[in-house]
């Protein structure tokens, strides 16, 4: 499962990685960030849909 996570604050990727560390570790979890900006968002989300097909 993947997971993009969006903030303006790096403390939430932070807390993300702390919740689902073992998930992570186990590679059931991958996570992405991105700071907000709302065209590298569209073109990550797009090469996300492409690459699930």
């Given at each position: 499962?993947?997971?993009?996570?969006?903030?303006?604050?790096?403390?939430?990727?932070m807390?993300?990685r702390?919740?689902?560390?073992?998930?992570?570790?186990?590679?059931?979890?991958?996570?992405?960030?991105?700071?907000?900006?709302?065209?590298?968002?569209?073109?990550?989300?797009?090469?996300?849909?492409?690459?699930?097909?």
């Open positions: 499962m993947k997971f993009l996570v969006v903030d303006d604050e790096r403390d939430v990727e807390l993300f702390q919740k689902f560390r073992k998930a992570i570790r186990s590679g059931a979890k991958e996570f992405f960030t991105k700071p907000i900006d709302f065209e590298s968002l569209k073109t990550e989300l797009h090469q996300m849909i492409e690459q699930s097909d």
